[in-house]
């Protein structure tokens, strides 16, 4: 098991997020800077192609959480990944208090693989779930709908 600091962690993973006006952020995540616009309940101010919204950030969150661990989990499985897609597609709905909230997540895995590993799938998956820390931190707070789509190489 690797050591980890996690106060060093906590630093490389933070993001700051300034106001820019018009309820725009200029969000930095290290020496990565995003465009970030009004989310949903406030509509969006514009649907510029170099800006995101707050409602995206944690579908791609979770899809490189998924491929990560994944691709983590395969080679301790000695699974042998020819090529990987995941696709985090968010459902919105209404919360109590009249604003949204992610109902459900519906997860598409699209993997290649030899046809002598299709039996170690369900397996890889399960695992990925459960180890994918964004899958952790949303559990019992938004569903999680997985398709798994196998091609053999």
Known sequence: MVDIDFNAAAELFA???????DGRTKTKLGKIELEVDN?????????EEMITWPEQLLPAALAACFI?????VSEK???NLKSLQVTAKPLL???????????KIFITIELSIP????????RLVDLTHRYC???KAI??????IIETKVHDV
């Open 15 to 21: 993001a700051t997020s300034t106001w820019v006006g």
């Open 39 to 47: 989310p949903l309940s406030v509509l969006p101010t514009n649907s």
């Open 68 to 72: 990560t661990t994944m691709t983590t």
């Open 77 to 79: 499985m000695r699974i």
């Open 139 to 144: 559990k019992g707070n938004v569903e999680e």
């Open 133 to 135: 820390l964004i899958s």
């Open 115 to 122: 046809r002598e590993d299709r039996p170690k799938v369900e």
């Open 93 to 103: 709905a209404r919360d109590n208090d009249g604003g949204f909230k992610f109902d």
